[in-house]
């Protein structure tokens, strides 16, 4: 353990550059790949008066939802994007508690405002919502509709219908055969989410991107996608899961509709793999071809750089079991999972009965995919679990496929996020969390097993975070593409990560550390090219604590490679450990196992001390002789290790 000198600190907390203001119609068709290069788009304004050749930590939310949401509790209190863009910014909302006439009486306001923001409102349903809501809408006094509007979580069951088939259509009932009236319905909608982010974003100050979701949910297994774009040029409409039921589609629509407007490009973030029941592999109905699948990874290396690695629904950094994998059970893994293997779990499955939501309990035990086949239900914690429902696994089946096709289709960096569906993002306090979603509202409610691995198996979710040069779109977006990314649990852990062949064994000491940390080194979502002599790479690690928060009490390596067997491996090595806790860490680490003709990643996480889960503050606040029975029973755990994990560096073996 090296603890780094306290001088060292102020090169790292760059906490915000806030300057103190409070379709392809045939699948075997390889999708195009978009003209513009992000990589190599430069800055056409004048920097940032604070702009940082070397990069600042920039704290941010890029999955947020309105009641521009169908599903969304939002709905309930009527918070609109505009709404979301104030809490980012450290504005006080209207919140929970409702009156008896429905009207919220509360406010909720964030501890400390955000650096930037996408709000991504879910592409699919922004007109068929519209038809049901606006007064003046043709449709809003159809039976479809009144029901939607009778209940929250019956509205969101109803449209959750179209998205959950593998051949998802318009209701025809509300959209007319064509879908034309929806279309035009969602064009008001797009138009304000739009606007919201372009009035808010504040470039130096405050960047807010123009985004949606893209909500797949085949066999009920999580298939989503936030879209993020990189400025105000975008699409007359979202291109949503009704319209490209495929990720290579998705890429090639947006392709299509950017190509029509100069400066229009976007990336596209995968979340919630941990419910995908094998979905998210690459390769889904494409031929089975060589020619096929490097047309494919050429795309997703292009349009989809990073992923998240947890937000309220869970984790999805690692699972225990994997046959497949071999190494030593991470207990971390198991902080706040919603899923693991083996285990007998309770799930209810929603769905509508002449009209009414009704719930389908059923009884599920975690087991892997069969080889070749995908699973369902995994949005309710239901099916099969897969490699590539998990980063550390995927990431190795991205090294194997990677020896077999030239490319690597699985090449993601890590952020976090929270997917409020309240509107307030980076609501990540655990002693102050307030929901995320329908039937959250309250203590009660939040500490009841809920629909979608919400209530007491939710959790408040966490943060995207970015080495950027400038707090701007330019700069956020570039960072995503070169996957200089991290994400954490919620603390604002700042972390620098790097890997080297010549690295200075003294260089946590030396007051220029970043410097020349990329001087002789890639960072962390590069690519450590091969060296010429026999050597071993070394990392650099570093780690500051939350200014706000706990101190540091590990790093964690975690190393994933392919053997020359072709045999998938993982290994988490402490290379840093304070137990009485630190304000920040710094080590470098040799990997003197490293074998040159070995395929590997590393990544780097931070762990902080055990602290409290955020239902024990909620069981705090019920009288004991009313607390269900998850305040004591000891069901759930009362503590959890609050983290952040960077992105990874690849090493293509020889």
């Not at 919630?272 to 990874?297: C, F, H, I, V, W």
């Amino acid at each position: 353990m090296i603890k780094i000198l306290a001088m060292l600190a102020p090169l790292f907390l760059f906490v915000s550059c806030d300057t103190g203001q409070s379709p392809d119609g045939d699948e075997a068709k390889a999708p195009e790949v978009a003209s513009v290069n992000s990589s190599q788009l430069e800055y056409t304004e004048a920097p940032c008066g604070n702009y940082d050749a070397n990069g600042m930590a920039l704290f941010g939310d890029l999955h947020v939802h309105t009641s521009y949401s169908f599903d969304a509790a939002a709905n309930s209190f009527g918070a609109t994007p505009e709404d979301a863009q104030r809490y980012a910014r450290g504005e006080a909302i209207p919140f929970f508690p409702l009156n008896e006439q429905g009207i919220p009486t509360g406010t909720a306001k964030i501890d400390r405002p955000l650096d930037f923001l996408a709000v991504t409102d879910h592409g699919e349903f922004l007109g068929e919502r519209a038809l049901c809501r606006a007064m003046e809408s043709p449709k809003r006094d159809t039976s479809f509709c009144q029901n939607y509007r009778a209940n929250e979580r019956q509205g969101m069951v109803m449209l959750s219908s179209v998205i959950t088939t593998e051949t998802p259509e318009r209701l025809q009932e509300i959209c007319g055969e064509d879908g034309a009236l929806c279309r035009e319905y969602a064009r008001s909608p797009w138009q304000d989410i739009q606007d919201a982010a372009n009035n808010a974003n504040e470039p130096c100050k405050f960047t807010s991107f123009v985004a949606y979701e893209y909500t797949g949910t085949p066999g009920t297994s999580n298939y989503h996608r936030n879209v993020i774009f990189r400025n105000e040029e975008v699409p007359a409409l979202p291109v949503s899961y009704i319209d490209a039921p495929i990720d290579s589609k998705l890429w090639s629509g947006l392709d299509a509709v950017c190509k029509t407007k100069e400066g229009c490009d976007y990336l596209t973030i995968p979340h919630n793999s941990n419910l995908a029941n094998g979905r998210m592999a690459p390769y889904m109905q494409l031929k089975d071809t060589t020619a096929a699948k490097l047309e494919y990874a050429r795309t997703r290396l292009s349009r989809e750089p990073i992923m998240e690695i947890f937000q309220h629904k869970g984790g999805s950094e690692c699972v225990n079991g994997l046959s497949t994998i071999f190494g030593a059970p991470d207990e971390l893994c198991d902080v706040e999972a919603v899923r693991y293997i083996g285990e007998k779990k309770a799930y209810v499955i929603p769905g509508i009965k002449d009209g009414k939501l009704v719930l389908e309990p059923g009884i599920t035990v975690a087991t892997e995919c069969e080889p070749g086949t995908t699973g369902n239900s995994g949005m309710v914690g239901a099916g099969c679990v897969h490699a590539t429902d998990f980063q550390r696994s995927a990431l190795i089946v991205g090294l194997k496929e990677e020896q077999d096709i030239g490319l690597n289709p699985i090449k993601l960096g890590i952020i976090a996020a929270t997917d409020t569906h309240s509107a307030t993002p980076g609501a990540v306090k655990e002693s102050a969390w307030t929901g995320a979603v329908t039937g959250e509202a309250t203590p009660q409610q939040r500490l009841q097993p809920g629909l979608l691995t919400s209530g007491i198996d939710g959790n408040p979710g966490g943060l995207a975070a970015v080495w950027a040069k400038e707090n701007t779109r330019d700069a956020i977006f570039d960072a995503m593409i070169r996957r200089e990314v991290f994400g954490t649990s919620g603390p604002r852990i700042t972390a620098r990560f790097f890997a080297s062949w010549t690295m200075d064994k003294n260089i946590c000491s030396n007051p220029d550390l970043v410097s020349v940390a990329y001087a002789n080194g890639v960072p962390m979502g590069g690519d450590l090219p091969s060296s010429s002599e026999d050597s071993k790479p070394s990392f650099l690690a570093f780690a500051a604590r939350d200014a706000m928060g706990q101190k540091l009490e590990a790093l964690h390596l975690i190393k994933g490679w392919v053997d020359v067997q072709g045999k998938m491996h993982n290994r988490v090595i402490p290379i840093a450990v304070d137990e009485s806790g630190a304000d920040s860490l710094c080590t470098l680490y040799t990997d003197t196992t490293f074998d040159p003709n070995q395929s590997s990643y590393y990544y780097l996480r931070v762990v902080e001390p055990e602290t409290a889960r955020w239902h024990t503050y909620d069981c705090a606040q019920i009288p004991e002789v009313d607390r269900p029975d998850v305040c004591s029973n000891g069901t759930y755990p009362e503590t959890i290790r609050e983290m952040a994990w960077t992105s990874p560096i690849w090493y293509k073996g020889l």
